[in-house]
């Protein structure tokens, strides 16, 4: 609809191109303005797509992990009895654990309570480093996930003799980064042969020193009790292995048995990891707001500042609705590049930090849509009352005021 002027003249309508000419206009006309102000909407998007960015990499991260480690596993320890003394399983725990059917592999490491490790004879009694000493057996790699990071693992003839795998924390602590050296382990000397890649799932075996079932019962004086059995069972079965388990292991008490699954401890990482986020966007949130905040203090600014140029334009002939266009396109554009901006920034952080951390780089299609959405209603909402102000300035009046 085109609107009539006093002379009866019916006005130009403005083109698109026209709007954002004009609307750049103001724009350059006062550039450093213009800057502070899309810089405070770029900080708050920037803010959003960050935590969104950086939070859906290491969600990305974590799944792949999952999926390698695998969710299958399964783990059994003692609790408590009903007294509240420390239980213990039964020496054939293991083996009726590995009767179930849809279970499929099965390795048990037990406690070596009485054992330390040291560097040599020379390190002080107290200063144990935190290493416990566990008897393994040999399919506890395979089962749990676990890797080499130099060396071999215990088979059926070292597991016999004096031999001892670290894990990745106690060789750190020990200073022992390759196979080779010996340690003092409980008393009698140790020869290392291999040092474990961390292990995700199994996080107690990090700290430990592994030696074999048998060679512990012969050298340590181990009583042969499991304390810890792991379990692999089929991916579908895993819940009704979950549910027999306790009483599978020991049978006359299944109430002094634990069981957990290793993965629910990175899923609940997940879920904290997720809930930490939203703290964040809300905190994204609120610089954004400040941004929009900024924004529409710039355009009533201007609009005090260009008073005698709107009243000039509405005495040759501009319509309220091309001012209050004029106006309103300067906020979406000032909003607009801020929000551009704020969308890369936002981005190249997660990029840098996903790369630093060795993680995939996500960043959510609808974070840099939202991003851009949420800088136009904030420059539709930060422009509109100046718009209209401007739009209501008589054109005698405006002229005087100049």
């Given at each position: 609809?085109t609107?009539?002027?006093?002379?009866?003249?019916?006005?130009?309508?403005?083109?698109?191109?026209?709007?954002?000419?004009?609307?750049?206009?103001?724009?350059?006309?006062?550039?450093?303005?213009?800057?502070?102000?899309?810089?405070?909407?770029?900080?708050?998007?920037?803010?959003?797509?960050?935590?969104?960015?950086?939070?859906?990499?290491?969600?990305?991260?974590?799944?792949?992990?999952?999926?390698a480690?695998?969710?299958?596993?399964?783990?059994?320890?003692?609790?408590?009895?009903?007294f509240?003394?420390?239980?213990?399983?039964?020496?054939?725990?293991?083996?009726?654990?590995?009767?179930?059917?849809?279970?499929?592999?099965?390795?048990?490491?037990?406690?070596?309570?009485d054992?330390r490790?040291?560097?040599?004879?020379?390190?002080?009694?107290?200063?144990?480093?935190?290493?416990s000493?566990?008897?393994?057996?040999?399919?506890?790699?395979?089962?749990?996930?676990?890797?080499?990071?130099t060396?071999?693992?215990?088979?059926?003839?070292?597991?016999?003799?004096?031999?001892?795998?670290?894990?990745?924390?106690?060789?750190e602590?020990?200073?022992?980064?390759?196979?080779?050296?010996?340690?003092?382990?409980?008393?009698?000397?140790?020869?290392?042969?291999g040092?474990?890649?961390?292990?995700p799932?199994?996080?107690?075996?990090?700290?430990?020193?592994?030696?074999?079932?048998a060679?512990?019962?012969?050298?340590?004086?181990?009583?042969?009790?499991?304390?810890?059995?792991?379990?692999?069972s089929?991916?579908?079965?895993?819940?009704?292995?979950?549910?027999?388990?306790?009483?599978?292991?020991?049978?006359?008490?299944?109430?002094e048995?634990?069981?957990?699954?290793?993965?629910?401890?990175?899923?609940?990482r997940?879920?904290?990891?997720?809930?930490f986020?939203?703290?964040?966007?809300?905190?994204?949130?609120?610089?954004?707001?400040?941004?929009?905040?900024?924004?529409?203090?710039?355009m009533?600014?201007?609009?005090?500042?260009?008073?005698?140029?709107?009243?000039?334009?509405?005495?040759?002939?501009?319509?309220?609705?091309?001012?209050?266009?004029?106006f309103?396109?300067e906020?979406?554009l000032?909003?607009l590049?801020?929000?551009?901006?704020?969308?890369?920034?936002?981005?190249?952080?997660?990029?840098?930090?996903?790369?630093?951390?060795?993680?995939?780089?996500?960043?959510?299609?609808?974070?840099?849509?939202?991003?851009?959405?949420?800088?136009v209603?904030?420059?539709?909402?930060?422009g509109?009352?100046p718009a209209?102000?401007?739009?209501?300035?008589?054109?005698?009046?405006?002229?005087?005021?100049?």
């Amino acid at each position: 609809m085109t609107v009539v002027d006093h002379s009866g003249l019916t006005p130009a309508r403005l083109r698109v191109s026209d709007v954002l000419r004009v609307g750049g206009t103001g724009l350059r006309a006062r550039p450093l303005r213009a800057f502070l102000s899309a810089l405070g909407i770029a900080i708050g998007i920037a803010a959003m797509t960050a935590v969104v960015g950086i939070s859906s990499s290491s969600r990305a991260d974590l799944d792949q992990q999952l999926a390698a480690l695998g969710t299958n596993l399964l783990t059994v320890a003692p609790g408590d009895t009903m007294f509240g003394d420390s239980a213990t399983l039964p020496d054939e725990s293991v083996a009726m654990i590995s009767r179930i059917g849809p279970v499929y592999e099965v390795a048990a490491i037990g406690r070596v309570t009485d054992a330390r490790v040291y560097r040599n004879d020379r390190i002080a009694e107290v200063e144990t480093g935190g290493i416990s000493v566990q008897a393994a057996q040999p399919d506890l790699p395979r089962t749990v996930g676990a890797t080499l990071a130099t060396g071999t693992w215990l088979n059926a003839a070292t597991a016999r003799y004096p031999a001892v795998v670290l894990g990745a924390a106690a060789a750190e602590r020990l200073g022992i980064g390759a196979a080779g050296p010996q340690v003092l382990l409980g008393g009698r000397w140790f020869t290392v042969l291999g040092v474990l890649d961390p292990v995700p799932l199994a996080p107690e075996l990090d700290s430990s020193a592994l030696v074999g079932w048998a060679a512990a019962a012969t050298y340590l004086g181990f009583d042969g009790h499991p304390t810890t059995v792991y379990t692999r069972s089929d991916d579908e079965q895993v819940e009704a292995v979950r549910s027999v388990l306790a009483a599978t292991a020991n049978p006359e008490a299944p109430n002094e048995v634990e069981v957990s699954r290793p993965s629910d401890a990175l899923a609940a990482r997940r879920a904290t990891n997720r809930t930490f986020t939203a703290l964040l966007l809300g905190l994204g949130a609120v610089a954004l707001l400040v941004g929009g905040i900024g924004v529409a203090n710039t355009m009533v600014i201007s609009v005090l500042e260009r008073r005698a140029e709107i009243g000039l334009r509405r005495s040759l002939g501009a319509t309220r609705g091309q001012i209050r266009t004029q106006f309103v396109a300067e906020s979406l554009l000032l909003s607009l590049l801020g929000g551009a901006g704020g969308v890369l920034l936002g981005s190249g952080v997660t990029f840098f930090y996903s790369l630093w951390q060795a993680w995939p780089t996500v960043v959510p299609a609808w974070v840099l849509g939202g991003g851009v959405g949420a800088t136009v209603l904030i420059g539709a909402l930060a422009g509109l009352y100046p718009a209209v102000r401007a739009s209501l300035l008589p054109p005698t009046e405006a002229l005087a005021a100049s």
